[in-house]
């Protein structure tokens, strides 16, 4: 097992790739940090009273001119989220290297696109480089094969995951420096929720990876079907796309729930108990598809011409 997953790592691993990745990275989190006003802890209080009163004078402005609801939501948020760290004496808005690499988790949804290109890698370099012939040469069974890919997927994108923790970390200690790690506040359907920063990064970074994980997956199992790489990576990038709108005619039905479109559009501010539905409904769906891609690479009549 450990040199068949050697040997994946070899064909996956491009080094021009990856660098280029790294630098597209850390210029997106240099930029994001030099975008961003430095805040000590010593100064919240003042600049929270002051953009408290900016927001409340905007939203009574906004209720003055009978806006809609959807129009004015942004400031009556911001007010609540400062009164309350002024009640409770919770400085908010402090920069620090854990609220960039918070930050940081809003250009995910970008990055795991580029995870899911690379990891569809896995199975498609094996199309391209026509080594299936190879790997069924040999006395190993598909089982054990098709075991070893799964396996080195779930590790590839721990480590892919892992490194863009890791870079935001880094930026983020260079340029803010250290600071206590904290509360975050989040506004979620008018309460205001606390979380502990930390947990609050690595519960999204590992909501992340579930999503990511069951993009792979689908791109795997459409690949194994279609035999069509390019095809099967746009198939995952149109799902992204249509994800929210989905989710948006599926109404209020109980059995939509149940189905993934709704936690592929999750928003993760607040996440609080629907962390464990959302982790049961795509893990239960990654599942599904690692057993369907299973079962038509164990029983597919492989070509290699």
Known sequence: MRKMLKSEFVKTWSLRTNLILLA???FINFVYALSVEKQSTASWKENAK???KEYGEALEECIKEDLSEKMYQPFVTKTALLEYSLEKNIPYGVTSVFSHMLKMTEFLGLFVILVVYLGSKIYSNEYDSHTWKNLFCTEVKKRKIYLTKFIFTIGYLILYMAVFLLLSAVVGLIYFGGGSTGVVLTYLDGQIVENHILAEIFTIY????IKCLFYVLLVHTCMLFTRQKMLSFL??????M??????????????????????????????GTRFFLYFL???????????IS???FVKSEWKYS
């Open 50 to 52: 002051k953009l408290h």
């Open 281 to 291: 409904v795509l893990a239960g769906y990654s599942i599904l598809l690692a057993v």
């Open 242 to 271: 249509i994800a929210p709108w989905v989710n948006m005619l599926r109404g209020n039905a109980k059995v939509a729930q149940f189905l993934p479109f709704y936690y592929l559009n999750m928003s993760f501010e607040g996440y």
């Open 206 to 209: 590992g909501m992340w990876l």
């Open 235 to 240: 198939g995952a990038v149109v799902l992204m």
């Open 294 to 296: 299973y079962v038509k």
């Open 24 to 26: 597209v990275l850390l």
